[in-house]
Every structure is written in structure tokens, then in C-alpha cells.
């Protein structure tokens, strides 16, 4: 097979997994009321259930920093994908409290695996394909996320229970997920003067902490948005329930479509640019959505939201990966990859209740300019995201390389 069949596929089937991920995840997170009611899970009990999917998903992304350096990455994620589906459908299959509770266990120790898997994949792949192409598989991540929201709600529009709803997802999604798996492509050995080593060395973490910082404050935003748009719409703006419900899709429609296109801005502008401009958009949106006179001009923020926050993770997890490479070795990106992803969890864990609290305490409104000054943040670090030619997130652009995407050769 020629090189540019292997990445050809290989870019195609990890496409497709972040797409299959972004289906999954949406049917979990958007059936919650459905799942509360099915297994009788109290409101004081319900927080404590979800907090432990992104804590074990934690503890699984560090597992997974140390199990890739003895089993490749593609290995790991081929096998934790179908955990993951056949988790959701035992969230869907049970009747007792145990029951959902050894599932979401599931779903969060396979996720963790998963999440990391994937992204030290899309590093990897980047770096051989030589230009940015992770806003593309973030893409797919989001396009997944629209069409499983849509199937959940169709679920619920015809009163299906989760089981019923969750097993054609599972049916068509599984084996397509595992044929896919055999074209996944590993990072490849180092080149001259590299070395092969695992693993971050000395300061590795403090040279890290402003991306984990970064990936962090850019969850707490998102989290903000899947959280509390609806209520915010409703509640401080006066919406109808129903208009309530169409912030958080064009949120989604907004991502997909900035990261279907940001892999140009990266190429052409360099990846610091890119996230400098989206963070000034998102912090925008935010400032939109506090002093909003209606929901109209509230959905408008949302919106802002959407093209600001798409173009942070997959760039920062682009700069973890080229960080480490040039700082420790080839061998060091999946490590910083795997750490940079606990800090995914750790926004979405901080981000709901910090909204939430500041909410109750004081405003809503107030609490919208909470998320707006730690996306901030990301400007005081924006260096880390790369040098000018950093167009795709590693330390330079290969002025030659196959474009897996139509097939061809790029000059």
C-alpha cells in the first residue's frame, strides 16, 4: 500500500471515529432527564453520577499516558470504542440503580481511554501529514454531536425508551467503528537527529501547564453553553421553552462549521493567530449573551460562541503534541496529549456548577462574564500555540506532502 492510500484511510477511518464519539456522547448527554426518570435517580443524587464520568474518564486518560508506551495508541483505540458504545447501551438496558451506575462507570473509564487514544492519533497523523488537519477531525467530532442530538430527539419525540433508542445507534455504528480500526495509522519512528524516547522528561508538565490551562478555561466556556444556554434563554431573556432549545443546536452548527474551515486559517494565518482571533470572538459572544436585551440578541451571542470556542482544542492539543516533539522526542507526544486531555474533564467538571453558583448567588448575567474573563486567558498564552510557521501545529510546514484529503499531491 502506498503512502498516500495509508493516509488516505488512515485519515478517513480516524474521521470517522471522532464522528462515531460526537454521535455517542450526544445520545448520552442529551437523554440525562430520560435516564434520572428510568432509574429513579433523586436531583440530590443525579450530580454525583455525572461528576464520576469525567473523574473516571480522568483517571483513564492517565492510564492511557502509560499503557501507550508498551501497546500503540490505534491498539487502544480500536478496542475502547466499542466499550464505549456498549456502555451506552447498558445505560439504556438496566432497571436498578446499580445497574447505570456500573455502566456510566464504564462509559467513563472507556471514554477517558478513548478521548486520548483519538487525539495522540490525530497529533500523530498530523505531524506525518505534514499541515493542520485536527480542526477537520473536531469537525466530524461536532457533525456526530448534531446528528445524535437529532436522534435523541426523535427518541423522545415518539416516546422510545433509551434502549430502543440507543441499540440501531450501536447496531450501525459498532462494526462500522471496528472495520474502520484496521486503517488507523501511528505515529511513525523519528526521523534523522530525533530521538525515540516515551514519555515527558524534566519540566515536561510545567512546559504543558499553560495549555492544560487553556484546555480547561475552553471547557468551562463549552460546558457553560450545553449547561445553561437553554435556562439563560428562558429565564434572564424571557424565550418560549421552545425557542429555549435552539441555542445550544446553533452553537453546534457553528462549531461544525468553523472547524470544517479553521484548517485554512491555520495553514494560512499560523495556528496563534487562529486561536488569538477566536478568542477574541468568543469572549465576545459571551459579553453578547450578558447584556442581551432579548433572546434574539442572546441566541446572537450563542452564536459568536460557536465560531470562537471550535478552533481552541484541537489547536491546543496540536500545540501539546509539537511542544513535547521538540522539547522531549517523537515518543513524548502521545504523554502530553493523554495529560492535556485530563484537563478537558476538569473544565466540564468546574464549568456547570461555577455558572450555576455564581447564578444563584448573584446573576446570571454576572455569571456569563465569569467564563468570559478564563477564555481570556487563552490570549496570555497564545504564544504556545506556535511560531509563525507553525501552520499546522508542529514546529514547521513540509513544503511537500500528500493531501489525504482529495487524493493528490500539494505543492
Not at 37 to 59: E, K, M
Not at 151 to 163: C, N, R, T
Request: one cysteine or more; proline letters at 5%.
Amino acid at each position: 500500500m502506498t503512502d498516500d492510500v495509508r493516509l488516505r484511510r488512515g485519515r478517513l477511518s480516524l474521521g470517522f471515529s471522532f464522528f462515531v464519539q460526537g454521535v455517542t456522547f450526544a445520545l448520552l448527554v442529551t437523554r440525562i432527564p430520560a435516564i434520572q426518570n428510568q432509574y429513579g435517580i433523586s436531583d440530590g443524587l443525579l450530580p454525583a453520577f455525572l461528576a464520576a464520568v469525567p473523574i473516571l474518564a480522568g483517571a483513564a486518560s492517565v492510564a492511557t499516558e502509560h499503557l501507550v508506551k508498551r501497546v500503540a495508541p490505534s491498539l487502544v483505540l480500536r478496542w475502547a470504542q466499542p466499550l464505549v458504545l456498549l456502555a451506552l447501551l447498558g445505560v439504556g438496558a438496566g432497571g436498578q440503580l446499580w445497574h447505570v451506575a456500573l455502566a456510566l462507570g464504564a462509559f467513563g473509564l472507556s471514554v477517558g481511554a478513548l478521548d486520548a487514544s483519538m487525539n495522540m492519533l490525530g497529533v500523530s497523523l498530523q505531524r506525518t501529514y505534514g499541515r493542520s488537519i485536527m480542526l477537520g477531525f473536531h469537525a466530524s467530532y461536532s457533525l456526530g454531536g448534531i446528528v445524535g442530538a437529532s436522534a435523541a430527539w426523535a427518541g423522545a419525540h415518539w416516546h422510545l425508551g433509551l434502549f430502543t433508542s440507543y441499540l440501531p445507534a450501536v447496531v450501525l455504528l459498532l462494526p462500522a467503528a471496528l472495520a474502520g480500526s484496521r486503517f488507523y495509522v501511528d505515529q511513525r519512528g523519528p526521523g534523522p537527529g530525533e530521538e525515540a524516547g516515551k514519555g515527558l522528561g524534566p519540566g515536561g508538565f510545567g512546559l504543558l501547564l499553560p495549555l492544560c490551562l487553556v484546555m480547561a478555561c475552553a471547557y468551562i466556556g463549552d460546558s457553560t453553553v450545553s449547561n445553561w444556554s437553554a435556562k439563560y434563554l428562558q429565564a434572564v431573556l424571557g424565550s418560549s421553552e421552545q425557542l429555549a432549545t435552539v441555542p445550544y443546536n446553533v452553537y453546534m452548527v457553528t462549531t461544525l462549521l468553523g472547524r470544517a474551515v479553521g484548517d485554512l486559517g491555520v495553514r494560512r494565518f499560523g495556528p496563534v493567530a487562529v486561536v488569538r482571533a477566536g478568542t477574541v470572538v468568543a469572549a465576545g459572544g459571551f459579553a453578547v449573551v450578558a447584556a442581551a436585551p432579548g433572546a434574539w440578541a442572546g441566541m446572537l451571542g450563542f452564536t459568536l460562541l460557536g465560531i470562537g470556542l471550535c478552533v481552541i482544542v484541537p489547536q491546543t492539543f496540536a500545540a501539546a503534541g509539537r511542544l513535547a516533539v521538540e522539547k522531549f522526542g517523537p515518543g513524548a507526544s502521545d504523554t502530553a496529549v493523554a495529560r492535556l486531555n485530563v484537563f478537558n474533564y476538569v473544565g466540564f467538571l468546574v464549568g456547570s456548577p461555577l455558572v450555576g453558583g455564581i447564578g444563584d448567588a448573584w446573576s446570571y448575567r454576572g455569571a456569563m462574564l465569569v467564563p468570559m474573563v478564563l477564555v481570556l486567558v487563552t490570549l496570555f498564552y497564545a504564544r504556545s500555540f506556535g511560531v509563525g510557521g507553525a501552520r499546522y501545529g508542529v514546529g514547521h510546514e513540509r513544503p511537500r506532502v500528500v493531501d489525504v484529503g482529495r487524493g493528490g499531491n500539494e505543492v
